[in-house]
């Protein structure tokens, strides 16, 4: 613990405030916390009273109260942590669009859910982040984590900051994805060599590494706990692991990084359905190393994370 923290103590605290709670991760921490649709809350994390904020109104699961409000927009977030313990802070963006820039709601929706946060006296913050977080404009979104992340830690909170690879489970935007390329194209385009490494991560070891900092603020506080899958693949490998599981195996042509950008930037005013499944950052991200020597999955969860190619028998059916 750095000398600026408050004091923590261990314990499944009383009462969380979630934000992101409908979406892929959020489902996933839920389901850990013992929030499962249709079921009455379980497991150790029965007694917590959970808040959880969303856009507009719409299902929560069982034992999970629901809060209308806005990352964006400070007032609407006042007085929605009063009196809660912990904050589990997860609303972000992939893809800038309707106005919504990743500066505005990843720098600064948590800037704002941070500022009420300490007015409301919370004891502990965990923050979702992302691997290779860091500050360089030509990579708004790692810029906007980066920069989110360090508004916290210098915002006086207790803190722990999470930094998944690609997180990968039924429902996930990359993964399934990349399912859809290889069933549905005759040959499977690469942009560039395919040689940037990935550390996929499933969803419930991410969820339980949020589970075991949330029952121990003392032991995570201050901590950037960087996360990562079984082991690293390429991304060219990762398409055959894709490809195996269906039983599809498919030729595969490597493409000029430069002629994939100018096909993007042509599709971007088209219709979503039309364009390619990347965007233009995506395409940028794509070229960056994903993975990490220093993950602390096995380290939180108690066992050794799930491998890519034994986890996505999902994607015959997405």
């Known amino acids: 613990m750095t000398d600026n923290q408050p004091e923590a103590h261990e314990g499944i605290p009383g009462r969380l405030f979630i934000t992101g709670a409908t979406g892929f991760v959020g489902s996933g921490i839920l389901n850990a916390l013992g929030r499962t649709?249709?079921?009455?809350?379980?497991?150790?994390?029965?007694?917590?009273?959970?808040?959880?904020?969303?856009?507009?109104?719409?299902?929560?699961?069982?034992?999970?109260?629901s809060v209308i409000g806005d990352v964006t927009d400070p007032?609407?977030?006042?007085?929605?942590?009063?009196?809660?313990?912990?904050?589990?802070?997860?609303?972000?963006?992939?893809?800038?669009?309707?106005?919504?820039?990743?500066?505005?709601?990843?720098?600064?929706?948590?800037?704002?859910?941070?500022q009420e946060a300490a007015r409301a006296g919370v004891r502990h913050f965990i923050l979702m982040s992302a691997l290779g977080a860091h500050d360089n404009p030509e990579y708004p979104y790692h810029q906007a984590k980066f920069r989110a992340e360090q508004a916290l830690k210098t915002s006086g909170l207790t803190y722990t900051i999470f930094r998944p690879s690609v997180v990968f489970g039924e429902g996930d935007g990359f993964i399934t994805v990349l399912a859809g390329l290889v069933k549905a194209a005759p040959v499977v385009p690469i942009a560039g060599s395919g040689q940037?490494?990935?550390?996929?991560?499933?969803?419930?070891?991410?969820?339980?590494?949020?589970?075991?900092?949330?029952?121990h603020p003392g032991e995570s506080s201050a901590q950037t706990y960087e996360l990562g899958g079984a082991k690293p693949y390429?991304?060219?490998q990762m398409l055959d692991v894709i490809a195996a599981e269906l039983g599809k195996k498919?030729?595969?042509?490597?493409?000029p990084v430069r002629l994939v950008k100018m096909?993007?930037?042509?599709?971007?005013?088209?219709?979503?359905?039309?364009?390619?499944?990347?965007?233009?950052?995506?395409?940028?991200?794509?070229?960056?190393?994903?993975?990490?020597?220093?993950?602390?999955?096995?380290r939180l969860i108690g066992r050794k994370p799930v491998a890519l190619e034994d986890g996505i028998g999902y994607i015959r059916n997405a």
């Open 263 to 298: 096909v993007v930037q042509l599709a971007s005013p088209l219709p979503s359905a039309l364009r390619p499944p990347v965007t233009m950052e995506q395409l940028k991200m794509l070229a960056l190393d994903n993975s990490t020597d220093n993950s602390a999955t096995e």
């Open 37 to 65: 649709p249709g079921r009455e809350p379980s497991g150790p994390f029965a007694s917590m009273s959970i808040r959880s904020m969303i856009r507009k109104p719409g299902k929560t699961p069982p034992g999970v109260e």
């Open 75 to 114: 007032e609407s977030l006042r007085g929605t942590m009063d009196g809660v313990d912990t904050v589990v802070h997860l609303v972000g963006i992939i893809e800038e669009q309707d106005g919504a820039t990743f500066d505005t709601v990843i720098r600064q929706g948590s800037e704002n859910v941070i």
């Open 250 to 255: 498919k030729p595969k042509i490597h493409m």
């Open 234 to 236: 390429t991304y060219e």
């Open 196 to 215: 940037s490494k990935f550390q996929p991560v499933q969803l419930d070891d991410v969820s339980s590494a949020f589970a075991y900092a949330v029952a």
